[in-house]
């Protein structure tokens, strides 16, 4: 009788997780169904609840998406803002919060989000990294070099950042 309570017990926790995750995967689907068939208000409404539910990191990249779609990009401002006090140091929010602060031509509040990202472990390549990719996408090369010059000073080589400083020297010519 014991076995059989003990698996009771794991179903009825276990459960509430499958099915949880389940409603997720469903709200998720139904977000990227609406944003491909390009109902971008309906789809942004579909990725909070997602977000609800859990899927955070998924949710704000179809918000990003489709906010970018309507050119809404602000709208994501403070919703990545709310979702970093609850995990500062998620690399896909810190990722979409200079990706935004890009496309809203916000340059030093992206260049302000970078250093607080890096600040929260020196030696984390991602920050360093994403924001070296989207200088480099402006053609802003000096910028580039700098950031990744800071990541070899971090990091205490540049063979991780080989790609990056292969872009750069591409778009330098």
Partial sequence: MTA???WLAAVAIGAPLVLGAQAQERSLQRAMDL???SKYREAVAAYREAMSQGAVVAGILG?????????????????????LRQAPREPALRGALLRTLRALGRDAAARRAFDDWRALDLRDAAPYREYAR???????????????????????????????????YATIG
Avoid: H, W
């Fill in 4 to 6: 059989l309570r003990a």
């Fill in 35 to 37: 944003e491909n068939a």
């Fill in 63 to 83: 918000l990003e998406r489709a906010f970018n779609a309507m050119g809404q990009e602000d709208s994501l401002l403070p919703v990545i803002d709310a979702q």
């Fill in 134 to 168: 989207l200088l480099l996408t402006d053609r802003r090369t000096a910028a580039a070099d700098s950031v990744l010059q800071l990541a070899v000073t971090a990091r205490g080589g540049a063979r991780e950042f080989a790609t990056e400083f292969a872009e750069l």
